[in-house]
C-alpha cells in the first residue's frame, strides 16, 4: 500500500504543476491540442474523484480552467483521503459501462501518474514545434521551490 501521507503531498505537487501549465497555456491563447490534453487531465482526475464517492460518469465533464478550479480539486482529493481508508475497495463502471473494482490507494495512484504522464506528452509537442516556452514541473523541483 502506498504512504497516504506521501501522496497527500503528491496532490499538492500536482496543483502546483497543472497550476504552471494553466499560465503557459493561457500565455499562448490556449492552443489546440494541447488545451484539449490539458482539460483531460483534470476532467479524468474529476471523472475517479466521482467514482471514489460512488458515482460513475458515462462523459468526461468540462472542467474550468481556473487557478482555484485545480485547488479546489487537490484540496477534495486530499480531503477525501482523509475520510476513507487507504484499502477501501471502490467498485465503479468506466466510461464503456465495464464494471471494474480497486483500491482507494491505487486509484490515487493512478490519478497521480496519469496526470504526470500528459504533463510530459504536453512538453513533448512543445518539443515537437521548437517552442521551448514551457514550464519546468519535475517533482523535485517543486519539492526544492516549496520546502
Excluded at 21 to 29: F, H, R, S, V
Excluded at 43 to 67: D, I, K, N
Aim: aromatic share 10%; glycine share 6%.
Amino acid at each position: 500500500m502506498a504512504d497516504f501521507q506521501m501522496l497527500a503531498t503528491g496532490f499538492q505537487y500536482d496543483a502546483w504543476a497543472n497550476l504552471r501549465w494553466l499560465e503557459c497555456l493561457e500565455a499562448k491563447g490556449f492552443p489546440q491540442p494541447e488545451t484539449g490534453i490539458f482539460e483531460h487531465i483534470l476532467s479524468a482526475g474529476s471523472v475517479w474523484y466521482q467514482r471514489c464517492l460512488g458515482f460513475s460518469p458515462l462523459a468526461f465533464p468540462e472542467m474550468e480552467l481556473t487557478r482555484e478550479a485545480i485547488q479546489i480539486a487537490a484540496d477534495k482529493w486530499v480531503a477525501l483521503m482523509e475520510s476513507l481508508p487507504e484499502d477501501r475497495v471502490v467498485e465503479y463502471r468506466r466510461i464503456s459501462g465495464e464494471p471494474l473494482s480497486t483500491t482507494l490507494s491505487e486509484i490515487v495512484l493512478h490519478v497521480l501518474n496519469h496526470s504526470t504522464y500528459h504533463r510530459g506528452e504536453l512538453r513533448g509537442l512543445c518539443l515537437l514545434h521548437a517552442d521551448e516556452e514551457f514550464p519546468e514541473t519535475d517533482r523535485i523541483l517543486f519539492s526544492l521551490t516549496t520546502s
